[in-house]
């Protein structure tokens, strides 16, 4: 049986457009359908925004490679439609046991929050994560939504003509010229659009290599994640054993710097290491082999005129913590509703530079955290070493050490602190986690869940307060979404809306993000907010 | 926040030494610095606050004449 990941899911198809007289112009083009430039396009165009996704490939993500998926992102693919087939089909997990040497030192419970529609996180293998968005892109397509996916179809050349990009695309039957008013490049780490360009991107190499495979087994291990710090099987090193759906395994085994990489990756050489972690006797096929390296680094700007950076191609971190995939999707999440308004006349150009600002700071966040947990489990010094060894030492007796054991900082949501787009907090007593510019967190109302309620629009949340049904600004339309405390028998809405204050008004943006916040409905300041979040003061 | 103390504060300031030096007694090089790397961590927690581990490394960083 072929895999998923071997079948063309997009093949290509003449367009019309390589027979156009003069270049055809689209609203976005995208380059790169991997899980961020697939998100992009969908939450395009169910908005209504044309997308054409160009890829040089037509089959999804080749290997497993990201497989753990936070729960924000999940939450994104909510609002895109397609984050049901995703939990549906993940494995979920919230246990973890941490080994030194030939030892278990402590296991951890991830205790997600109650309260929440969806897990903290599923592990999916990426091209699980692909196939649902092309599906969900597909189904957009056939109920009449303006995107298209156009497989092997390879971008040669990029031309900043100002108020457009000129792109000229190689295809099967020959080359054709394709204009964009706006372009978002998707196209990961390596992304030829970046290079075209002459664009930097500077950071930190670390000089590592891990051996990923992935193995199909019938093994009683339980959904757990397990990491190993200096173990029997792999002196020195680390290692890390994680499910995935259908029975596959993943394995991660640092090899260190000095490597030589295609012996290492011949399944001789494989199997025996994995027989010395697994145990002689478990039967195991291997599905996926891979050595990557890494680095910790991202473009100076992810905005340049008309060409907008999103996922891997803007920012790169070690993969210790999930943060490459789900940060990539609150990239476009950010962006979207942001260009959606500027293609539409209802904010200015300048709306996306704060696109800029915000996903900078989130990328700069998760460098940081990635960059902190690739030093703990890959020390660069003696002294490193013998700290992070200390702590596990002392992790296996001592709770107060458990929090410093950095196995990788699993990937949360960044709040955007300090973003041109918010407005000063004023609801007194309001919690700190829903400040302006965080991420609104779930809760449950009624049948259902808050988050579902909220997104694609600018939307006015009262709690215990009065305000209009709607309100109209600069062409901005605020639905208001009214709710009460007692609308949640479980506390949470009011724990994570009220905090201490007796009734709130939210502003929040179309990605779920705080922009501002009081305790009553002021009409001047909210109209102030709404024209600050749109870039308009 | 509480400052970092630099003043005299141990009462059996011998006892204290002896205590650190009797710790280490008969341990390779390797497990004396596993030791004192697990002392500071204890120390670290037990202090609880960064501003004053900050004010100690600085201490510590700048008492001796750079190597």
């Known amino acids: 049986m072929n895999k998923i990941f071997e079948i063309p899911l997009y093949p290509y198809t003449r367009s019309p457009d390589q027979d156009a007289q003069t270049p055809a112009r689209r609203k976005v083009v995208i380059v790169g359908a991997g899980p961020i430039g697939l998100a992009a396009a969908i939450d395009l165009a169910q908005q209504g925004i044309e997308a054409i996704v160009l890829d040089d490939n037509d089959k999804v993500s080749f290997g497993s490679r990201a497989i753990c998926f936070a729960k924000r992102p999940l939450e994104i693919l909510d609002r895109l439609g397609c984050g049901q087939e995703m939990v549906d089909k993940g494995v979920v997990w919230?246990?973890?046991?941490?080994?030194?040497?030939?030892?278990?030192?402590?296991?951890?419970?991830?205790?997600?929050?109650?309260?929440?529609?969806?897990?903290?996180?599923?592990?999916?293998q990426q091209y699980y994560f692909e196939e649902y968005l092309v599906n969900r892109a597909r189904a957009l397509e056939s109920e009449g939504a303006p995107i298209e996916l156009r497989g092997q179809n390879k971008v040669?050349?990029?031309?900043?003509?100002?108020?457009?990009t000129e792109l000229l695309i190689d295809t099967p039957e020959g080359q054709y010229t394709l204009e964009a008013d706006w372009l978002?490049?998707?196209?990961?780490?390596?992304?030829?659009?970046?290079?075209?360009?002459?664009?930097?991107?500077?950071?930190?190499?670390?000089?590592?290599?891990?051996?990923?495979?992935?193995?199909?087994?019938?093994?009683?291990?339980?959904?757990?994640?397990?990491?190993?710090?200096d173990p029997p099987f792999n002196k020195g090193q680390s290692a890390l054993l994680h499910k995935q759906p259908d029975g596959v395994w993943r394995i991660d085994l640092q090899l260190g710097w000095d490597i030589d990489k295609e012996e290492e990756k011949k399944p001789?050489?494989?199997?025996?290491?994995?027989?010395?972690?697994l145990g002689e006797d478990v039967k195991f096929d291997l599905e996926w082999v891979s050595i990557y390296t890494f680095q910790c680094r991202r473009m100076e700007k992810f905005r340049h005129n008309r060409v907008i950076f999103a996922g891997d191609s803007?920012?790169?971190?070690?993969?210790?913590?999930?943060?490459?995939?789900?940060?990539?999707?609150?990239?476009?999440?950010?962006?979207?509703?942001?260009?959606?308004?500027?293609?539409?006349?209802?904010?200015?150009?300048?709306?996306?530079d704060s696109y800029d600002a915000e996903r900078v700071h989130g990328a700069d966040e998760n460098i940081l955290n990635s960059s902190r947990s690739t030093d703990f489990i890959t020390p660069k010094s003696e002294t490193s070493r013998i700290f992070r060894d200390a702590v596990l030492d002392l992790s296996e007796k001592y709770e107060f050490a458990r929090p410093l054991v950095n196995s990788g900082r699993l990937s949360v949501p960044c709040t955007y602190d300090g973003s041109p787009l918010n407005t000063p907090d004023a609801l007194p007593g309001g919690p700190a986690r829903t400040r302006p510019g965080a991420p609104c967190p779930d809760a449950p109302l009624g049948n259902g869940f808050l988050l579902g309620d909220l997104g694609d629009r600018f939307t006015l949340l009262t709690i215990d307060a009065e305000a209009p049904d709607t309100l109209d600004e600069s062409g901005i339309t605020v639905i208001r979404l009214a709710l009460s405390g007692a609308d949640d028998a479980t506390g949470a809405l009011a724990a994570r809306y009220l905090g201490d204050a007796k009734?709130?008004?939210?502003?929040?943006?179309?990605?779920?993000?705080?922009?501002?916040?009081?305790?009553?409905?002021?009409?001047?300041?909210t109209r102030a907010a709404i024209r600050r979040a749109t870039g308009q003061e | 926040?509480?400052?970092?103390?630099?003043?005299?504060?141990?009462?059996?300031?011998?006892?204290?030494y002896a205590d650190l030096l009797a710790a280490h007694e008969g341990l390779s090089k390797e497990d004396s610095d596993a030791l004192n790397a697990r002392l500071i961590l204890i120390l670290a927690n037990h202090i609880g606050d960064r501003a004053v581990l900050r004010a100690a490394l600085d201490a510590a960083r700048t008492a001796a004449p750079a190597g």
């Open chain 2, 1 to 16: 926040m509480a400052d970092l103390i630099l003043k005299p504060n141990l009462a059996q300031a011998d006892d204290v």
């Open chain 1, 503 to 525: 009734s709130a008004v939210y502003l929040i943006r179309p990605d779920q993000h705080v922009a501002a916040r009081w305790d009553s409905f002021d009409e001047t300041a």
């Open chain 1, 156 to 164: 040669l050349k990029v031309t900043d003509r100002g108020d457009h």
């Open chain 1, 94 to 124: 919230n246990l973890g046991k941490v080994f030194f040497g030939d030892r278990k030192v402590y296991e951890f419970n991830l205790l997600p929050e109650e309260g929440h529609q969806r897990p903290a996180f599923i592990n999916l």
């Open chain 1, 184 to 229: 978002i490049a998707c196209d990961g780490a390596g992304s030829p659009i970046r290079a075209m360009m002459g664009l930097d991107f500077v950071g930190r190499v670390f000089e590592d290599n891990f051996l990923i495979a992935d193995v199909i087994m019938d093994a009683d291990f339980p959904t757990e994640r397990w990491f190993w710090f």
């Open chain 1, 268 to 277: 001789e050489n494989v199997i025996p290491r994995l027989k010395a972690m």
């Open chain 1, 314 to 352: 803007a920012h790169q971190v070690s993969p210790f913590g999930a943060r490459g995939a789900n940060s990539g999707l609150q990239d476009t999440d950010n962006l979207v509703w942001k260009l959606k308004m500027v293609i539409d006349g209802t904010a200015p150009d300048s709306l996306l």
